[in-house]
């Protein structure tokens, strides 16, 4: 169990191995153009806001249990690859969850090719399984209400869930039950602090929406011993500069030991709805490796696009 929920984390919050990845991008939609430092005499705004507004909010997450009010459209598509980023499976799916009364999924197009499944029938990379799990809704997600678990599997990946959950929703603070990378998330803290760059941005989101980008990023000046010791690279947010509500985040992972590698890279992007009263998620990808002793490392990239959100409850 100590061993999956260490898996877990460094598969969909980021995974892999020290190297480039030479191979599909999945973040083809530029959504974000950086314009300049801010000035904190005009703008009255320092890194301390910053950090409080990220670790205190708890709208970025209120914005995916959301979408259990909604009918939309999902498009996901998943790659995996071999040591040497040669693509190895394909999938591709269009679903439409309809909320119109009891929950109920649609495939509305579906396409496999490659090297996908076991002989028993499930996917050969647990990467494809947990993305399978949380955004194609194979056993349970948070597209309908969370039912009671009643065996061991599902409260497992009940429990791998809330890892990823407080990663991405409250970064920052540690990620109890998985030992030596649990601390390594508190970036905020008094001692980690000498080793990141606070700053941020002004910017514009979707063409249209002033925003400012938060971005934690380790130092440049540091040795590659401490670097290395580093788990979180770089953690960005998106802030609307109107409301500072909260729009995206990119989370930027590397991190090595004997028991394990990974090197991954997140992104998450929000869009307003319900004549901008609502938002809801438009955009998820990933990019990552991860390996561990006596396993077949793991390679993979996804893209979720989320679009005609109707509004049903």
């Excluded at 970025?60 to 959301?66: G, K």
């Excluded at 598509?77 to 980023?85: G, H, Y």
């Excluded at 579906?110 to 955004?135: A, C, H, P, R």
Aim: aromatic share 14%; glycine share 6%.
């Amino acid at each position: 169990m100590m061993k999956k929920l260490t898996l877990f984390l460094s598969l969909i919050v980021s995974m892999a191995q020290a190297q480039e990845f030479k191979r599909f991008n999945p973040d083809t939609v530029l959504t974000v153009q950086l314009d300049s430092a801010v000035s904190v005499v005009a703008e009255r705004i320092n890194v301390q806001m910053f950090i409080n507004k990220v670790t205190s909010d708890t709208s970025f997450y209120e914005a995916f249990r959301n979408m259990k009010r909604y009918s939309f459209t999902a498009e996901n598509r998943v790659f995996t690859f071999d040591k040497k980023n040669r693509t190895e499976g394909k999938i591709y799916r269009k679903i439409f969850h309809n909320n119109a009364g009891k929950y109920r999924q649609e495939i509305l197009a579906k396409q496999d090719s490659g090297k996908l499944l076991k002989k028993n029938g499930k996917y050969q990379l647990y990467t494809v399984e947990m993305f399978d799990y949380i955004f194609m809704n194979a056993y349970n997600s948070d597209f309908v209400k969370s039912e009671s678990a009643s065996d061991e599997k599902k409260k497992g990946n009940e429990s791998y869930k809330d890892k990823l959950k407080t990663l991405l929703f409250t970064p920052g603070k540690p990620v109890k039950g998985v030992p030596i990378i649990g601390d390594k998330t508190q970036i905020f803290s008094a001692n980690m602090r000498q080793y990141y760059d606070y700053t941020f941005f002004n910017g514009t989101y979707l063409d249209s929406i002033p925003i400012y980008t938060f971005r934690v990023k380790v130092k440049d000046d540091l040795s590659g011993w401490t670097k290395s010791g580093l788990m979180i690279k770089e953690l960005n947010t998106i802030f609307d500069k109107r409301n500072m509500q909260i729009l995206g985040r990119s989370v930027d992972m590397k991190y090595g030991n004997l028991a394990f590698d990974f090197d991954v890279k997140m992104n998450i992007e929000m869009g307003y709805f319900d004549k901008g009263e609502s938002i809801l998620p438009t955009k998820i990808s990933y990019q990552g490796n991860w390996d561990i002793p006596f396993k077949k490392e793991e390679r993979a990239s996804f893209l979720i696009l989320h679009k005609g959100y109707k509004r049903e409850k």
